[in-house]
């Protein structure tokens, strides 16, 4: 019987195939008790079922190649740090030796355990790390009993579940799944954001899914609306080739733009950087004809090593970015890690109470000054290969910009007098992420050359909402009257200074807020090379001075459907 249910689009496309129910991951085990001369033989068994998980990880992780590899890897790191977590291990080798449980049973009562321990914490972020515990154990418990993980799909199926992993999507898609419903989740999520990069269509929040779907019915899946059509008519078959072909039409009209410029109706040039993380993002940027990188993230060498790179293996890396933009400007961001991401070079504290709001980016820059001083020196040494501007993340402070220049200066100084070739000058950027940097940004934009908002952690901090809590995907929206209004403040200010302002976040990589960012003043948008030119085609199908003559309204609406209301009239 046909059926119409909806969710909300977190990624676009079309896909029709037989739906693969996944049920909610429940470690469903009676207890069972085992007599002394069976504890070696459980304890082997839950060893090797560890071992093949930590193996399992380690595979999957030497398979990403590109941006996957910082996209997915950072989800893979984390859980195979989890395996080595002498709580969640001690804790299972006691319950098998002094409470004489088998190994399956065991691992229930340690997930529950940590379950209770989650539970109990008020931070949101570290609640939904549960979460990543329950995949592991999940997987611990298929390999006790020798089964396949549960990732594997078929061609030509899609996946509906109550939520996905970041690691699971890449592989889904390999196997041939052509679209992921879950019944959680959030539109602006890591998993929506990894679905949009591998153009994979993704619905969530489709509330009623698991309920209303049966495992091998027919569903059609409309990535941009939500909507899902389970058993669809002949119409309905009929409707879904014809997006198909338009999304062929789409395909093709784009590809016209690569060379185009970014103009808008009324002659205004808008500068399209990108963000990038590999060579492989670079080479995209390039061909996609980016104005050049925003944001170079250069986290993922310090990641899944015992050490910092030294200034060599920086310095090449930097280099060859730069190469590849072939004179474009690079924007390269200074290490922005802290205890929140997978690190084991030993630079971030262990075990922060709350990582968000921890020593991160700049703050941990500064609290290690030789591993700064470092990475200066090859961004300085590099910057004689082409143009570079240095962006310093999670700025808080007029006193840290004064730390930087004072360290950049030094580094300088030291690399002139030992003959390496250096630019004059290079400008120096920061990143607004926290509110009081946005609020306070007239107190220091002055010892600064240009400033780059990043909208994701921007949101969090300002609505108190972490965007990977599920329970918070509707609260979690750029969409805000309060982002808005400080959004159009620091665009505001950067123009009264003669600062260039970007925006590097999601909602940059968003066509359909291109009016709305265009409104507020933003001539400079830095994202992921996946949407450029779609955002392209949005800003020449704007009218510049139009949208700037209604930021008035835009600016006044008091919720976020007044929002969304003024961007359906504004929308070209």
């Given at each position: 019987m046909r059926l119409l249910l909806s969710g909300h689009g977190a990624s676009r496309g079309s896909a029709l195939g037989r739906a693969h129910l996944r049920l909610p991951h429940v470690l469903d085990v009676a207890e069972q008790h085992i007599t002394q001369d069976q504890i070696a033989e459980q304890l082997q068994r839950l060893h090797a079922a560890i071992a093949a998980t930590r193996d399992e990880m380690h595979a999957l992780r030497q398979r990403l190649h590109g941006a996957l590899a910082k996209e997915v890897g950072e989800f893979l790191d984390l859980h195979a740090l989890l395996l080595d977590d002498p709580e969640l291990l001690q804790g299972l080798d006691q319950l098998i030796q002094a409470g004489r449980y088998s190994a399956d049973y065991a691992l229930r009562l340690q997930r529950d355990r940590l379950a209770a321990v989650f539970e109990g914490m008020d931070d949101p972020y570290l609640k939904s790390?549960?979460?990543?515990?329950?995949?592991?154990?999940?997987?611990?418990?298929?390999?006790?009993?020798?089964?396949?993980?549960?990732?594997?799909?078929?061609?030509?199926?899609?996946?509906?579940?109550?939520?996905?992993?970041?690691?699971?999507?890449?592989?889904?898609?390999?196997?041939?799944?052509?679209?992921?419903?879950?019944?959680?989740?959030?539109?602006?999520?890591?998993s929506a954001i990894l679905a949009r990069s591998l153009h994979m269509p993704l619905v969530v929040g489709a509330a009623h899914a698991l309920q209303r779907i049966n495992d091998g019915d027919v569903l059609s899946v409309d990535g941009a609306s939500g909507a899902l059509i389970v058993n669809p008519d002949p119409s309905d078959l009929r409707a879904y080739q014809l997006r198909l072909r338009e999304a062929e039409r789409e395909e093709r009209e784009l590809g016209r733009l690569r060379s185009k410029p970014s103009r808008t109706l009324d002659g205004s040039d808008i500068a399209l950087y990108a963000n990038a993380e590999s060579l492989d993002d670079v080479a995209r940027a390039h061909v996609l004809g980016a104005a050049g990188l925003g944001l170079y993230r250069t986290e993922f060498l310090f990641l899944q090593r015992n050490q910092p790179p030294d200034e060599e293996e920086q310095f090449q890396t930097y280099r060859d970015v730069i190469l590849g933009m072939n004179g474009r400007p690079v924007t390269i961001r200074t290490l922005d890690l802290g205890s929140d991401k997978v690190d084991r070079s030993g630079l971030t504290l262990p075990h922060e109470g709350n990582p968000a709001l921890g020593v991160r980016g700049v703050r941990l820059s500064l609290a290690h000054a030789p591993v700064f001083e470092t990475q200066l020196r090859a961004i300085l040494r590099a910057s004689d290969y082409g143009p570079v501007r240095i962006l310093v993340p999670m700025v808080s402070s007029r006193e840290e910009i004064i730390a930087v220049r004072r360290c950049l200066k030094k580094v300088a100084a030291q690399l002139r007098e030992q003959g390496h070739p250096v630019a004059q000058r290079l400008p120096l950027g920061a990143m607004i992420e926290v509110p009081a940097a946005a609020i306070g940004m007239a107190g220091f934009i002055g010892l600064v050359?240009?400033?780059?908002?990043?909208?994701?952690?921007?949101?969090?901090?300002?609505?108190?909402?972490?965007?990977?809590?599920?329970?918070?995907?509707?609260?979690?929206?750029?969409?805000?009257?309060?982002?808005?209004?400080?959004?159009?403040?620091?665009?505001?200010?950067?123009?009264?200074?003669?600062?260039?302002?970007?925006?590097?976040?999601?909602?940059?990589?968003?066509?359909?807020?291109?009016?709305?960012?265009?409104?507020?003043?933003?001539?400079?948008?830095?994202?992921?090379?996946?949407?450029?030119?779609?955002?392209?085609?949005?800003?020449?199908?704007?009218?510049?001075?139009?949208?700037?003559?209604?930021?008035?309204?835009?600016l006044q609406a008091r919720s976020r459907s007044g929002i969304e209301r003024w961007l359906k009239r504004n929308s070209a």
């Open positions: 790390r549960m979460d990543d515990l329950d995949h592991v154990i999940g997987r611990i418990h298929l390999h006790l009993h020798q089964r396949a993980v549960e990732t594997q799909g078929v061609a030509g199926q899609i996946l509906v579940t109550d939520n996905v992993a970041p690691s699971e999507l890449a592989q889904l898609q390999s196997q041939g799944v052509v679209a992921v419903v879950t019944s959680a989740g959030s539109t602006l999520s890591h050359d240009f400033v780059s908002v990043g909208t994701n952690d921007l949101v969090q901090y300002l609505l108190a909402a972490d965007r990977n809590n599920e329970a918070l995907g509707e609260l979690y929206s750029p969409l805000h009257p309060g982002v808005l209004r400080l959004l159009a403040h620091v665009i505001r200010l950067g123009a009264e200074h003669g600062k260039s302002v970007s925006v590097c976040g999601e909602i940059a990589g968003d066509p359909r807020l291109v009016p709305l960012l265009l409104a507020l003043g933003l001539t400079e948008f830095s994202l992921h090379p996946a949407t450029l030119l779609e955002v392209r085609r949005c800003i020449r199908a704007s009218h510049l001075q139009q949208l700037r003559d209604n930021a008035g309204k835009l």
